[in-house]
């Protein structure tokens, strides 16, 4: 079975230049995170979608970037314009959703994109 | 205050030895608990969950201590493959997969 799947891999781009990273997630997996993560760092969630829905989009800098997940399948995050600060790897996570009450189930990681502004 | 926080380390260890990792989490109301691993510029993947109970898989072995609020992850002799990041990951929500990621450890077995 086909693991989560991101593109493009590497990225790099001028500040205040736009900037878009695709992930298409595990078949069947109605749960899709976009996360962060910085140099030395965990990852930190952006923004979690049920389906379509933006559930928790709590960490999503709303000035610059956006997300959206219109069929509920694959999704796209983007920036615009990019700061140097916005350089990291841009990892898409996947999951089935847990019936309440349970623990969570597993996330599959994607291999990410790395951003690099200058 | 963060979520999670580790050692980032770098532990450096021979092969064959056994290593530690101690994580704390600050809320009290976090529902369930989990080791990732992360290779050199490579995705997270899941390693194992922890239990209150304590569990173990082969040469891993991860503790909880709800009272203390605190994690563990024990390596038993440790394999050059056993090179990696450790991720200590808390949830803080039943029936949701809101994860908080700690910092990372990282681990380098020598030969």
């Known amino acids: 079975e086909a693991g989560v799947v991101q593109s493009p891999r590497y990225k790099i781009i001028e500040k205040k230049q736009p900037v878009a990273f695709w992930c298409n997630p595990i078949s069947g997996h109605n749960t899709l995170y976009w996360y962060r993560q910085n140099l030395g760092q965990g990852p930190e969630l952006l923004i979690r979608?049920?389906?379509?829905?933006?559930?928790?989009d709590s960490q999503l800098p709303k000035d610059r970037f956006s997300a959206e997940r219109l069929k509920g399948v694959d999704s796209t995050l983007k920036i615009q314009p990019a700061e140097l600060g916005d350089s990291a790897v841009y990892l898409c996570?996947?999951?089935?959703?847990?019936?309440?009450?349970?623990?969570?189930?597993?996330?599959?990681f994607g291999p990410g994109t790395r951003l690099t502004v200058t | 205050r963060k979520e999670v926080e580790q050692d980032p380390g770098p532990f450096n260890v021979p092969e064959g030895a056994t290593v530690a990792f101690n994580c704390t989490y600050s809320?009290?109301?976090?529902?369930?608990f989990f080791w990732y691993r992360q290779d050199c510029r490579k995705e997270p993947k899941l390693l194992m969950s922890?239990?209150?109970s304590g569990n173990e898989d082969g040469r891993f072995t991860a503790q909880l201590n709800r009272a203390s609020q605190y994690i563990s992850l024990l390596i038993r002799d440790s394999k050059l493959s056993d090179s990696a990041t450790y991720l200590c990951v808390v949830n803080t929500q039943t029936g949701a997969n809101n994860l908080f990621f700690g910092t990372g450890t990282r681990l380098t077995v020598i030969p």
């Open positions: 809320n009290s109301a976090s529902q369930s």
């Open positions: 922890v239990y209150s």
């Open positions: 996570a996947s999951s089935v959703p847990p019936p309440l009450g349970t623990e969570p189930y597993e996330q599959y």
């Open positions: 979608y049920e389906n379509e829905e933006a559930v928790d």
